[in-house]
């Protein structure tokens, strides 16, 4: 029956949907000329909905919908709010792109993308999950290899391909022996069944294993990592900053309801595997890891590629506490830690990525030399990158430093202490590379030291999609209790 909850619980995805029919429709209408303008159409209509949704598409209390198909929660509905805005701000940063900008089905793409991550967010169903990662990620492999004349892209996309659809073939194998061993796809319904006990704990931790294969390929954690330097460095830089931020943030979306809901560790318990700590394990080599290898290189969207890495290995802290402990508080600071940090690297990064953007489309490469002097030739473009570079590293009073204070807070809290001492010394490690290339910015010159005769100038999408997320890296880490208070009712609505 179709209530108003339901209409309710897929109202972004139902308007972001309309968006994109209309598009469609008025695309072929427009002359060529004038095509640019899908991005403002595209990013004013995000925003509207991002306003109308927050109005009238709030949830009260949590709510199962579609036929317990979906669950109409505040956690969803962070998620989706948070999908909705990286969609508009790349939508903002596409539209100078020059082989991307003026083409409709780039932002129908994206679009599209976008109603997938919302679904995965409030997904209550493995049906439903899984159509939801399908729905996110073809258009994504498209996207990352649009630009067919540019070897690099067409690279990316196959690539992405090939990984993903391996990976997400192993997921459903997984997702169909849970519904072979429970008798169920109702994710709230799964855990009941697993505490019969008909179902022995080794064959449900191998289910968890290739569970792990899928969604630790949409977050990008080693060793599922090796597709993301290649992809980011090949996709048109705005796609690869919306696979880096708002494709990150609905994994871990997934993973929070999915493991936290489905297989809480208690079930476990009697045969005495603390799964848990294969999290761990993953979370503190992957920070390592991608610590390591953004060291060496020279090129920045690949620096950032393996600085996403590294990022979601210090997300998985959050995670980690999350399942550790059947303790109200503690599972609770381990969500809202989680959506936390998504929120903060979610701004970060599409600046840090909106940088490149803007650079690139000026002077064609992304290498680190292409920056000696940015700070004569665009110096409030210089400082939007030290921003970001710092809330990436961590440092106060930025975004990056308040979250990473949450995680490793929760990780405390869950007796997983040394896991956290990974996670600072990581930290430090980061520190070095993203102020190795804020060195070429500001104390490295040109090669005939005339910046003045190469400026950088800024369009409009640019200067206005790097103010709202410079002065989201500012708030986000100096007036933190609103977005704090915010998450913290996601997570109390998880539960």
């Known amino acids: 029956m179709f209530t108003s909850t339901t209409f309710l619980s897929i109202l972004p995805e139902t308007l972001v949907l309309v968006l994109g029919v209309i598009l469609l429709i008025i695309e072929p209408f427009w002359k ?18 991002l306003v109308v949704s927050w109005f009238i598409g709030r949830p009260g209390d949590p709510a199962f919908a579609l036929g317990n198909m979906v669950r109409f929660d505040w956690l969803g509905f962070f998620f989706k709010l948070l999908f909705i805005f990286g969609a508009a701000i790349t939508a903002l940063l596409l539209m100078d792109h020059e082989k991307v900008g003026h083409r409709g089905e780039s932002y129908l793409l994206l679009l599209m993308s976008t109603i997938g991550m919302c679904l995965m967010a409030s997904a209550a169903d493995l049906v439903m999950l899984y159509l ?6 073809i258009p994504l492999y498209i996207l990352a290899g649009f630009m067919l004349s540019d070897e690099r892209s067409t690279e990316a996309g196959f690539k992405y391909l090939l ?12 997702f169909s022996l849970l519904y072979g061993f429970a008798g169920t796809t109702n994710l709230y319904v799964l855990a009941e069944a697993f505490k019969s006990g008909q179902i022995a704990a080794p064959i449900m931790l191998g289910v968890i294993l290739l569970l792990v294969v899928g969604l630790g390929f949409k977050v990008s954690i080693v060793p599922f990592h090796f597709w993301a330097p290649d992809v980011y460095e090949g996709a048109p830089t ?32 009697p045969a005495k595997i603390n799964w848990v700590i294969l999290f761990a394990v993953l979370a503190a080599v992957t920070m390592t890891i991608g610590n390591l290898l953004a060291l060496p290189q020279k090129n920045l969207k690949r620096m950032l590629a393996y600085s996403s890495i590294a990022h979601a290995g210090y997300a998985m802290i959050g ?19 989680v959506a936390f940090y998504m929120l903060a690297y979610i701004v970060t990064n599409l600046a840090a990525f909106g940088v490149v953007a803007a650079v690139g489309r000026v002077v064609g490469s992304d290498e680190y030399d292409v920056y000696r002097g940015l700070s004569r030739r665009s110096p409030w473009l210089a400082l939007i990158m030290l921003a970001a570079f710092l ?8 975004g990056g430093f308040v979250a990473k204070v949450f995680v490793f807070a929760a990780g405390v809290q869950a007796d997983y202490t040394w896991l956290v001492v990974v996670g600072i010394l990581n930290s430090i490690v980061g520190v070095y590379y993203y102020l190795n290339v804020m060195k070429y910015v500001y104390l490295f010159r040109m090669e005939n030291q005339d910046e003045d005769k190469h400026p950088i100038v800024l369009t409009r999408p640019y200067l206005i999609a790097l103010t709202v997320l410079a002065l989201g890296v500012i708030l986000i880490g100096t007036v933190f209790a609103p977005w704090f208070n915010f998450s913290n009712v996601a997570a109390m609505n998880l539960f």
């Open 238 to 269: 705005p796609v690869s900053g919306f696979l880096s931020t708002a494709s990150k943030a609905a994994g871990f979306a997934v993973i929070a309801r999915l493991f936290l809901v489905a297989f809480p560790l208690t079930l476990f318990n």
């Open 163 to 174: 990984y993903g659809a391996m990976t997400s073939a192993i997921m459903l194998y997984g």
């Open 32 to 49: 060529e000329e004038r095509r640019r303008n899908l991005g403002w159409f595209t990013a004013g209509g995000l925003l509207a909905i």
């Open 391 to 398: 809330s990436l590293a961590g440092m106060p009073p930025f």
């Open 319 to 337: 995670i980690v506490a999350i399942l550790q402990n059947d303790n109200g508080p503690v599972k609770y600071l381990g969500v809202t830690s």
């Open 132 to 137: 939801a990662i399908e729905t996110t990620s």
